[in-house]
C-alpha cells in the first residue's frame, strides 16, 4: 500500500525509514498524517527517528523527527504483530 498524503516537508531520512517500516512482516502500510514544524520541537531526536505513541485499533499511532519539525504517522497492521513490530521499529532508532 503506497504512503497517502504526503507531505513537502518529509525529509529524505524520513522517506528511507518509511520504506523501511512498511518493509516489516504484518505492516500493511504506513500513512503519513499532519506535520508540525519548528525547530525546537523534538529537538533531541535525529532526523528520521520514529516513535511510537501509543496502539490504536487497526494499527499504531507514531510521530517522526523531520528536518523542520514533526510529523505524525499511522502504520496500519496486522494487529497479530504489534508488539514485534514496536520492537522492530525501536530497534530501527
Not at 518509511?18 to 523534538?42: A, D, F, N, Q, W
Amino acid at each position: 500500500m503506497p504512503s497517502r498524503g504526503r507531505h513537502q516537508s518529509t525529509s529524505k531520512e524520513c522517506q528511507q525509514t518509511i520504506k523501511k517500516i512498511e518493509g516489516l512482516p504484518g505492516v500493511v502500510g504506513v500513512i503519513i498524517g499532519r506535520s508540525y514544524g519548528g525547530k525546537s520541537l523534538g529537538g533531541g531526536s535525529r532526523t528520521g527517528t520514529v516513535k511510537i505513541q501509543r496502539k490504536q485499533p487497526g494499527g499504531l499511532k507514531a510521530v517522526t523527527q523531520t528536518a523542520k519539525g514533526l510529523q505524525e504517522l499511522f502504520i496500519r497492521t496486522d494487529s497479530t504483530h504489534d508488539d514485534a513490530i514496536i520492537e522492530a521499529i525501536e530497534a530501527l532508532s
